[in-house]
């Protein structure tokens, strides 16, 4: 090959490295002037990748009526899914016992419309100056268990405590009525009811404060063993015999109530007769109101007191109280009540009976019913120490 053809072939191979060259440099500038627009697009396109498969993975976990859509990614069906665990959980029902030791006495009312009215309460607390803890309302056994009225408690802030009495009013014969007779309690004759009841009580879980067949030491109501044919010693039976079948419903969460009536208007009555026993009850209840001369809380509750704490060590709940009007004694025996309710350890707080006659009360007990009256429950509640919530 002449070195002409060969000096020729040798300037058109580095012409041709030149232009590789030159291409070569062009990509690489273009690339580096692009580098910012193509990461924005890199990180979009990722993103978008990453959002589609975390929610092809919350799709697959997620839960529809019949269980979750997707088989075998981890879990069997019916296992709650991301979006239930991460849902807001429902408030844990506290177990009774949490609430035989309060960190401070109960304050409870029994209102007209309790313990449904909101508005009722509100105004309670507007004029006592603090919040009640307890709702006590009747139900006679002419109805079945309401799961709501407990709902509505719980949500107002108060343990539900419900008056539960066998009959079907004053108005169907006050004592006289034998078809809710002692007898007829332990004979099973309303043992439908009493299921249908019980079971509906342990369905809604939560605790509920129960007083049965209340002040049976009186006269007044046809459970009483004076009254409606009925003998000595079957109170205690039927109040088992109802016990009996609330326990076979599973009813673990009724807080049992005996509430007699004080001994006042009954002294001759032995209230250890009428007592079912410790395993039968949860809280011994009174019924004691301040009448006539009474200035003192002493004077109302203490000779009861005195005879309930030779029975048993459970704790007591005044389970309905007040006092009928008088100009000055009303509130004088208001303030001696809260400053003496501080003084019994073993007295878990009290539920006053905040109605006058045209609220089912035999006189008018309102601890508001005059200015002077309000504002010594006002300033003698101040000084108890209350319980700061629910157990």
């Known amino acids: 090959m002449s070195d002409t053809i060969q000096n020729q072939l040798t300037t058109e191979r580095a012409q041709d490295q030149q232009t590789v060259a030159r291409r ?22 990722n993103i978008l990748l990453l959002g ?25 069906a019916g296992v709650p899914g991301i979006r239930e665990l991460l849902a807001p959980a429902p408030p844990k029902v506290p177990d009774k016992s949490v609430f035989s030791s309060p960190d401070g006495k109960y304050f409870g009312v029994s ?16 004029h006592a100056g603090v919040r009640p803890t307890m ?42 009525q034998p078809q809710y007779s002692l007898a007829s309690i332990i004979d099973g004759s309303h043992d439908d009811y009493l299921r249908r009841f019980a079971a509906a009580v342990a369905d809604q879980k939560w605790p509920i404060a129960i007083r049965f067949a209340h002040e049976m030491n009186g006269t007044w109501y046809p459970w009483s063993e004076q ?32 509430s007699p009536n004080i001994l006042r208007p009954v002294p001759n009555v032995d209230l250890a007769q009428l007592y079912p026993g410790d395993d039968y009850v949860d809280w011994i209840g009174m019924v004691g109101y301040g009448t006539k001369t009474e200035s003192k809380a002493e004077q109302t509750f203490g000779p009861t007191i005195s005879v309930l704490r ?14 009928e009007p008088n100009t000055t004694l009303k509130a004088e025996w208001t303030t001696d009540f809260l400053g003496w309710l501080g003084q019994q350890p073993d007295v878990l707080g009290f539920i006053w009976f905040q109605r ?36």
């Open 310 to 323: 030779g029975i048993t060590k459970k704790p007591m709940l005044i389970t309905e109280t007040g006092r």
């Open 227 to 258: 009254e409606n044919g009925n003998k000595k010693g079957e109170y205690v039976q039927a109040w088992r015999h109802v016990h009996d079948v609330f326990d076979r419903a599973g009813a673990a969460n009724v807080i049992w109530v005996w």
């Open 135 to 176: 709702a006590e309302y009747f139900v006679r056994w002419n109805a079945d268990f309401d799961p709501k009225a407990v709902s509505k408690a719980y949500d107002h802030g108060t343990l539900p405590v419900l008056a539960w009495e066998p009959w079907e009013g004053e108005e169907a014969g006050h004592t006289d």
């Open 24 to 45: 070569h440099r062009k990509k690489l500038h273009w690339w580096s002037r692009g580098s910012g627009i193509r990461l924005r697009i890199w990180m979009v396109v």
């Open 111 to 126: 209102t007209v419309e309790a313990p449904w009215s909101a508005s009722e309460l509100e105004q309670v607390a507007d």
């Open 356 to 391: 006058d006659t045209d609220q089912g009360g035999k006189a008018d007990w309102r601890f508001d019913e005059t200015p002077a009256a309000q504002q010594a429950f006002s300033e003698g509640i101040r000084k108890v120490k209350l319980a700061d919530g629910l157990g």
């Open 52 to 76: 589609a498969l975390s929610y092809g993975v919350l799709a697959a976990l997620g839960t529809e009526a019949h269980g979750p859509r997707y088989q075998g990614l981890g879990r069997p």
